[in-house]
């Protein structure tokens, strides 16, 4: 699902000419340095705004995101169309909450729409895009409430006699050209299982969560048909020969028990698979304790399962280390090799930041994040993560995203009036606008690197929520299921409040990108009849100073001519210091 980049070496230079009068405040906007930093502080900003191209009221869309290369895909749980199939029509709404699925590509920083998916067998409240997961060119999306009765993969969609049991979808692309490849159901589906509330991709394998299901079987392909636990929870593994998709494996809980949920959460990285309970009960602590004792509710668990040839097996039972009634770890969780996060968006604790004080109770669902790390079979804590600025229901961990050593955790309640990068946090005027945090690790240590809210910051939005954050590269990608405006596409007009909860996704570029294409800007400040920038030259190649006045709707322009080597500096006397704008140094052959 994700990929590693190696290129480094480049970096976006900020500069904010203005300049506060004593005693000012300085509003901060996407891709804006705050009057704190400098700008080589500055290494997020802002770079798209993103809508549905058939933008609709209660539509949800960015209720889902996940990205994978130059590739993020938006689901909209809520749409309402009655299309079915690719690129279908998006005007007849007769299908309300039938859900759909929206595919953006990169070229540059330019994002376009590429595809808009449906299911094969759209119908009303299926709740499609509810959950999605993309690896390369292997998409799979989630429909909760689908209804149909079928069992394995490609079965019989027109049967609706099972509400909401739950179904999912592969779609494939060949070249820019997307298709549906399968159907997959799962092997006992019931009523009410939820089948498809969780998806997640690897490769040839996909792995689905259905929380309700409740059966009593514990460990791997134990026994399907006694349901007399239940919300139990499973999870269902699937595997790709060709173009042939079969169930390889059923999965549970080692300690099944009612209401424990397992299945809520759950992600895959080649053979290690992990999935959150957490209605799990037991008051163990760490790695491997004991299961039995079911006396802190909802305190919530992770298993890892590993998978040799073709035989899985669990390999870990996680707890958090200060296990709580009510904590619900495993709500939310992600693993990229031998790193696991999973959050706990219930956790009650005052700690703010890196390993904190985790004893202190008295902020109610501030939400924290655990960082478990894996050497040989064995798994152990490595971070205990909160917000910068915890506060009481803010769900810090509803959603994680990491890869190598990048982690975004989103805090879908956080109520700060905040925009962009880096912020104020303090003031908490804006209820449920949500925000996300960017943490880095360096060797063994973790710090939170920014803070990120929308370039659009309104309340209710719930930025950062369910599954919306995800991570690619130097990209980050944060929906908020509950944003209004009335835009639709990429960059549009997000002053218009018009559509209530019909959604919008963000992408952040943090810190390098990923190509060669530019050089580190060293220095720059106002001279005597503009503003001097300094870079690296590099020999043999052309310098090209860019600019742009917001990096949001407006692209990069050419300020300067290519400029040989050794040249490394350039004034712009073009642009006051009035201006708020944005440089960087292209470099060309």
Request: charged residues 15%; aromatic residues 10%; contains cysteine.
């Amino acid at each position: 699902m994700k990929t590693t980049i190696q290129l480094l070496v480049v970096i976006i230079c900020c500069v904010l000419f203005t300049t506060p009068a004593s005693g000012a405040q300085q509003s901060v906007v996407p891709g804006r340095v705050s009057e704190e930093l400098n700008y080589a502080d500055w290494t997020t900003i802002q770079e798209a705004y993103i809508k549905a191209s058939n933008t609709g009221a209660d539509d949800l869309f960015g209720s889902a995101v996940i990205m994978s290369g130059d590739t993020v895909v938006i689901g909209a749980p809520h749409e309402d169309s009655n299309a079915t199939g690719v690129n279908g029509n998006q005007s007849n709404n007769s299908a309300p909450d039938s859900g759909a699925a929206y595919v953006f590509v990169r070229n540059g920083t330019n994002w376009i729409q590429q595809a808009y998916l449906k299911a094969s067998n759209t119908d009303a409240e299926d709740s499609f895009g509810y959950s999605l997961d993309i690896d390369g060119d292997t998409l799979v999306v989630g429909a909760w409430y689908e209804d149909s009765n079928a069992t394995g993969v490609n079965g019989n969609q027109s049967d609706n006699s099972v509400s909401e049991a739950g179904a999912a979808y592969v779609f494939v692309r060949d070249g820019t050209n997307w298709s549906q490849q399968a159907y997959l159901k799962a092997s006992n589906p019931e009523a009410y299982d939820f089948f498809g509330v969780t998806v997640d991709i690897a490769g040839d394998t996909i792995v689905v969560g259905a929380y309700v299901e409740s059966s009593s079987a514990t460990g791997v392909d134990g026994n399907q048909a006694d349901n007399s636990t239940s919300y139990a929870g499973a999870a269902y593994v699937f595997v790709r020969v060709g173009t042939t998709w079969s169930q390889q494996a059923y999965l549970k809980a080692s300690n099944t028990d009612a209401v424990d949920l397992f299945g809520f959460s759950l992600n895959i990285a080649g053979d290690t698979i992990v999935v959150g309970a957490p209605g799990e009960d037991s008051s163990a602590t760490g790695v491997n304790g004991n299961q039995t004792d079911n006396s802190v509710t909802s305190a919530g668990a992770a298993y890892v399962f590993v998978r040799v040839g073709t035989t899985w097996s669990q390999q870990a039972y996680l707890k958090a280390s200060n296990t709580d009634a009510f904590d619900l770890f495993g709500f939310s969780l992600d693993i990229a090799d031998d790193t696991l996060v999973v959050g706990a968006r219930g956790e009650s604790s005052s700690a703010s930041g890196v390993t904190g004080n985790q004893a202190d109770n008295s902020v109610t669902d501030a939400g924290a994040a655990y960082v478990f790390v894996r050497s040989g079979t064995t798994w152990s804590q490595q971070a205990y993560l909160k917000a910068s600025n915890p506060d009481v229901e803010d769900m810090f961990g509803y959603a994680i995203a990491t890869e190598d050593d990048t982690l975004v955790v989103g805090a879908w309640h956080e109520d700060s009036n905040a925009t962009g990068v880096n912020g104020n946090q303090s003031d908490n005027s804006v209820t449920d606008a949500g925000a996300a945090y960017l943490f880095m690790r360096s060797g063994t240590n973790w710090s939170q690197q920014a803070y990120l809210k929308a370039s659009n910051t309104d309340a209710g939005d719930l930025f950062g929520g369910v599954t919306s954050v995800a991570i690619a590269g130097n990209r980050i990608v944060v929906g908020a299921g509950g944003e209004s405006s009335n835009a639709t596409g990429v960059n549009g007009n997000p002053a218009d409040n018009s559509l209530s909860t019909a959604g919008a996704a963000y992408v952040f570029f943090s810190g390098t990108i990923q190509s060669n294409r530019y050089t580190v800007i060293t220095d720059c400040a106002p001279v005597l009849g503009g503003f001097m920038l300094e870079w690296i030259a590099t020999n043999e190649m052309y310098s090209v100073v860019k600019w742009s006045p917001n990096l949001v709707t407006i692209p990069f322009t050419n300020l300067s001519p290519a400029l040989p080597y050794p040249q490394n500096s350039f004034t712009d006397t073009v642009h006051g210091i009035d201006n708020t704008c944005f440089y960087r140094v292209e470099l060309q052959p």
